[in-house]
């Protein structure tokens, strides 16, 4: 399991501007749905987003502190 | 040089125009997203095939270095990687789907 304030802390590390949503789908805070807002995702593609993503959390997903995540990964101006 | 299992992979998602690579079978899925692929794909009237590589670590590795996505599933329709259904049900709402399957499989 993880905090939302430490995945965001991941996050951040390559998207200091990013917004974090945390959503807890089991109640055991490892099967996670996570919004996140940034320009950093500005022309990039959604495969391309998401990779992002992927590295920024690689860590928490190798030790399993994270097991699923679902993924939004959006833009300022797309929300 | 490329590894055999690099072909297999080719070979595989040459074969098959709506590929899953997940977690299980069709009849017995190992986990909640590769099932979600599953019912994404039951919608369309389409076959698509499931390769199970948690039986198979060497092809799973190669795949996560081949596609840069550390996840399972992932998909490839008509040859070419689309993620999972985070990138797959955003498509689906742009009407971006029926027009790609249509196109792989020319009906």
Redesign the interface.
Not at chain 2, 68 to 71: A, E, L, V
């Given at each position: 399991m993880i905090t939302p304030d430490v995945l965001t802390d991941y996050i951040r590390k390559s998207m200091p501007d990013a917004v974090v949503t945390v959503l807890d789908r089991t109640g055991t805070m490892d099967h996670l749905k996570v919004v996140i807002v940034s320009d950093a995702f500005q022309g990039k593609n959604l495969l391309d987003r998401h990779r992002l993503i992927y590295q920024a959390l690689d860590a928490p997903m190798k030790d399993g502190r994270i097991h699923a995540l679902e993924l939004t990964a959006q833009t300022k101006e797309e929300c | 040089m490329a590894e055999p299992v690099d072909d297999e992979i080719k070979k595989e998602v040459q074969a098959h125009k709506i590929l899953i690579y997940g977690k299980g079978t069709k009849t017995m899925p190992m986990?909640?997203?590769t099932r979600e692929t599953m019912q994404f794909f039951d919608k369309y009237n389409y076959p698509y095939e499931l390769i199970d590589v948690l039986s198979q670590p060497a092809k799973r590795e190669a795949l996560t270095k081949m596609t840069?996505?550390?996840?399972l599933p992932k998909v490839f329709i008509d040859g070419t990687?689309?993620?999972d259904t985070?990138?797959l049900d955003?498509m689906e709402k742009k009407g971006e789907m029926e027009p790609l399957l249509k196109k792989a499989f020319g009906r």
């Open positions: - | 986990c909640g997203f840069n996505w550390p996840t990687f689309y993620g985070d990138i955003p």
